[in-house]
């Protein structure tokens, strides 16, 4: 029996792709429809798609869809982010037909909301998906994979770096400028934050079987569905995502361009659509049209293993625009096998990694796995003692990418002059009997930076492991001071002992070396506790703080 798949946007440079490579399944009767019949019938000559013209905006668009009959319907227009006054035009016509619904949307906010067509989908036992893309549908089916038998994940990170020799079609170049500079909603340590879209440059190197066939690229934060969807599908304590141009002029000349947004000289960069995509094809010759994708998922396994997990794939020879029609692909198969529960969802662990290699299949594709150990701060100082602390302690430094702690402490201050003037530069808060706490610890590079806030006080400090002879100390750097810490267990927990200090590089003598009398310990309760007293031979006591520390869930 043929099936009839009906593709708007069928002549795109996504959805053309789709089109094609359905069109070879002669039990598939392909429609390839858009605006433009002049398009769709040059780029349908020669095939097996039929052309047709359709435009999701004209009155008639609802008889002519029906008039089709198909049985799938497939959304590869976008940007999916404008459909701003009946965004969920498309789907509920193809549910007051009959029709199974898929869409390749990337905007997080459309992709969520699909669910509130999920009782009339049910009600007409047709099957509605956004998001049948490279993310979230790709994105989701391998970090699935990948946090398999994980009791903790810290974090999932995925990254896209296409090779700029790719197609760039307006829509998507529009997507990305709608975006540029203007506030983006992470989830991060189980909060979200905002940051601005394409900031925070990271650099990439992706690696397969020893090989780098992509490096030295770099990529900026934007919006993705992920980013809504992973914390809570994947119970995950942060989430990022982020995209980059082969180009370093172009990567780095629309990190420039985040700024006028971001300090409000324009609300948006799209304007600068028509010049950014004349300079973009002038630049096409250049780089390659090799790329790759890459998700990272870092958490601790059932066995208590901290891990760090990684799918890479690299696309080559152009092949890169045919991936987000692949998720289409295999859901189209799945589809007409029976195999997808009727109801309206987001594109998320809807097939399997098989799937997704068969998908693959007869694209220049390679995708390689890997897991690396982590080693904590505080693992590779005790080594061993580690892991016979008390398990509250043993989480509370089990700093894998960004951790959140919260309290309640109690403050005494010194009373001298000297001791409050040291009191007050070390920005140290009040004497209080109750006051609260969180504690940030981020994962940065060799070690960790620990952000603490006591009430409206807050300080910083850099965290690392120091050899010196034969033996590992903590060191601990607050601005031009750093201090070397003989961190070392006893009957309760751990001690904290300074045994030198050095400001600007140059030791402090005996006399000017702050005595930290610091313990961490866990009560009655198994809570983590805290009890810090900081004094020097000149001024005595500086500051006397204690409390107890609860990590942040994602409910709290």
């Not at 090989?211 to 914390?231: E, K």
């Not at 066995?303 to 690299?314: N, Y």
């Not at 951790?403 to 402490?409: C, F, H, N």
């Not at 850099?462 to 001071?481: C, I, N, P, V």
Request: aromatic share 8%; hydrophobic share 45%; charged share 20%.
């Amino acid at each position: 029996m043929t099936r009839t798949v009906l593709i708007l946007g069928g002549y795109g440079v996504f959805g053309g792709r789709l089109a094609t490579r359905l069109a070879q399944d002669e039990g598939l009767k392909v429609i390839a429809a858009g605006r433009d019949v002049v398009k769709a019938s040059a780029f349908a000559a020669g095939t097996r798609l039929r052309p047709v013209e359709l435009d999701v905006h004209a009155a008639d668009f609802s008889d002519r869809v029906a008039a089709l009959n198909p049985d799938v319907i497939v959304d590869a227009v976008g940007p999916f982010q404008d459909y701003d006054e009946v965004p969920y035009r498309v789907a509920q016509i193809a549910i007051q037909i009959g029709a199974h619904y898929l869409d390749l949307s990337d905007d997080a906010a459309f992709t969520s909301g699909i669910a509130d067509l999920n009782e009339a989908a049910i009600a007409a036992g047709v099957t509605v998906l956004s998001g049948a893309s490279s993310v979230p549908a790709v994105s989701s089916v391998v970090a699935h994979h990948l946090i398999r038998d994980m009791t903790e994940v810290h974090c999932i990170e995925s990254v896209i770096l296409p090779g700029n020799r790719a197609p760039r079609g307006k829509s998507v170049m529009r997507a990305i400028l709608s975006q540029v500079g203007r506030p983006l909603r992470l989830w991060q340590a189980n909060r979200f934050v905002d940051r601005p879209a394409w900031s925070d440059l990271k650099k990439y190197d992706l690696e397969i079987a020893g090989t780098l066939p992509v490096s030295n690229r770099h990529a900026s934060l934007i919006g993705a569905p992920d980013l809504s969807l992973f914390p809570d599908a994947m119970n995950a304590q942060s989430v990022a995502f982020r995209a980059g141009l082969e180009l370093s002029i172009m990567q780095y000349g629309l990190w420039m361009l985040h700024w006028l947004p971001r300090i409000k000289l324009v609300r948006s960069v799209s304007f600068l659509m028509p010049v950014l995509k004349w300079i973009a094809d002038r630049l096409e010759p250049l780089g390659s049209d090799r790329g790759g994708m890459q998700v990272s998922v870092v958490g601790q396994t059932g066995q208590g293993l901290s891990v760090r997990r990684t799918w890479t794939l690299i696309v080559e020879q152009g092949d890169g625009p045919y991936i987000p029609g692949v998720p289409a692909q295999i859901l189209i198969q799945n589809l007409f096998a029976g195999k997808l529960v009727p109801g309206a969802r987001p594109c998320l662990g809807a097939f399997t990694m098989t799937d997704l290699k068969s998908g693959f299949d007869g694209l220049k594709i390679t995708t390689g796995q890997k897991q690396e150990p982590m080693d904590t701060v505080f693992g590779a100082v005790l080594g061993d003692v580690y892991t016979n602390l008390p398990a509250p302690l043993q989480d509370l430094h089990r700093v894998l990418h960004r951790r959140r702690w919260q309290g309640v402490a109690s403050i005494q201050r010194g009373t001298g002059f000297l001791s409050r003037c040291a009191g007050w530069l070390a920005g140290f808060p009040s004497a209080s009997d109750s006051v609260p706490v969180e504690v940030e610890m981020t994962r940065t590079g060799n070690g960790e930076t620990w952000v603490r806030q006591f009430g409206s006080k807050r300080f910083r400090s850099f965290l690392s492991a120091s050899k010196r002879d034969d033996k590992t100390f903590l060191q601990e750097r607050f601005g031009w001071m750093a201090f070397l810490i003989d961190l070392s267990r006893d009957q309760d927990g751990l001690q904290f002992p300074v045994i030198s200090g050095r400001v600007l590089g140059i030791p402090l003598p005996g006399f000017m070396r702050p005595k930290s009398e610091t313990r961490e310990y866990v009560d009655a309760q198994e809570c983590a506790c805290f009890d810090v007293r900081i004094s020097m031979p000149m001024t005595g006591l500086i500051a006397h703080y204690r409390g107890q520390l609860a990590p942040v869930d994602a409910n709290a």
